[in-house]
């Protein structure tokens, strides 16, 4: 609602600074997406593995007579740590592949007047 009247008003004050932000919007436009799907995919990862992991917990406690019996107490702990292995695994990476889009959106976030200004 406000972006017509601000554009307006941005266009009529400095045009040449205006020119220079549109300009960069698509970069910001594509970095925020990024962060978006990259973030989304880790999460629904970690949601997936540490459900697999509660599982495993869960049983053991619920049938905790029956590991004890059994002497199977090692392997449930092998069994649930081998599941939380998996989440470690996935999330150092993820995480460093949202850096780029991250450092992206704040360097012409936080570098924007300068771009501009050295553009005129």
Known sequence: MHGIPN??????QGWQLTL????LMPVLAIAGVLITFITGKLQARMTSAYG???SISTQALANVRT???????????????SKLDYPVKVSVPSHSCTYAPKFT???FTTNLHRLACCSL
């Open 7 to 12: 554009a307006s008003t941005a266009f009529t």
């Open 20 to 23: 220079v932000i549109i300009s």
């Open 52 to 54: 697999d992991a509660n």
């Open 67 to 81: 590991v004890y019996a059994f002497n199977a107490e090692q392997e449930v702990l092998d069994s649930y740590g």
């Open 105 to 107: 959106h704040f360097l």
